[in-house]
């Protein structure tokens, strides 16, 4: 009964390809967040929506669109993959913007 | 600024040992904190948290120091056991243009030799 859930656990394609990773969470919560992890682990914000509203956007490149179809979800796709988009991206959740964050397992890209 | 990753700082200690790790925050404005554990393959999961209005809080053999004055955070884990093994962040929350965010540190690695 997994709080924040994300899939793929893992995703190996080419360069240019087009991707989307899925975020559900079961917590209630109103407030969710991408974040990507590089190689050197280093956790850094991309997106934040709040009840479905985009509240944070870190200067990321627009080939990544996130969309939230209900405040339950979160899904990130990603447009014309590049071989320094290779991470591990993270979901998470909370409940306002004020409180902890509770993260999924993980989303591992590789790109080829 | 917010923290830029250069490497990732390693914590050798003994079993049973006492382990201590350090983290600079970057907003003396920021009111919250939270110390993450992430282990190989999985997500940073909570372990204890503080509010800017306490200097120290502890939970089951961790203890969360925050000093203020020089922005800095402490995580004491008491007789560490080999599945303390992992990497281990801390997190400011941080007001930015209107809405508040989290920034994570660099993360320090904790190996514990049997």
């Known amino acids: 009964d997994t709080a924040v859930s994300q899939t793929p656990k893992y995703l190996v394609t080419q360069m240019g390809n087009d991707k989307s990773i899925k975020c559900e969470q079961n917590?209630?919560?109103?407030?969710m967040y991408w974040y990507k992890q590089d190689s050197k682990k280093f956790l850094k914000i991309m997106f934040s929506?709040?009840?479905?509203?985009?509240?944070i956007n870190e200067t990321v490149p627009n080939r990544f669109s996130p969309k939230s179809p209900d405040k339950a979800h979160l899904n990130l796709h990603i447009n014309s993959l590049e071989l320094g988009d290779s991470a591990v991206y993270f979901c998470?959740?909370?409940?306002?913007?004020?409180?902890?964050?509770?993260f999924g397992s993980g989303t591992q890209l590789s790109v080829l | 600024g917010e923290s830029v990753g250069l490497h990732l700082p390693t914590l050798s200690v003994q079993e049973g040992d006492n382990s201590i790790i350090n983290c600079a925050y970057s907003?003396?404005?920021?009111?919250?904190f939270i110390w993450y554990k992430q282990e190989s393959g999985k997500g940073p999961q909570f372990i204890i948290d503080?509010?800017?209005?306490?200097d120290k809080r502890q939970g089951q053999r961790v203890t969360v120091l925050l000093n203020k004055t020089v922005k800095h955070l402490s995580l004491q884990i008491a007789a560490t056991q080999p599945g303390d093994s992992a990497v281990y962040f801390c997190?400011?929350?941080?007001?930015?243009?209107?809405?508040?965010?989290?920034?994570f540190g660099t993360g320090t690695r904790l190996k514990v030799l049997a």
């Open positions: 998470a959740s909370s409940r306002t913007t004020r409180e902890k964050l509770f």
């Open positions: 917590l209630g919560h109103d407030t």
């Open positions: 929506y709040n009840n479905k509203e985009l509240i």
């Open positions: 907003n003396s404005a920021s009111d919250y």
């Open positions: 503080i509010r800017s209005n306490m």
């Open positions: 997190a400011e929350n941080t007001q930015d243009s209107g809405t508040y965010k989290y920034i």
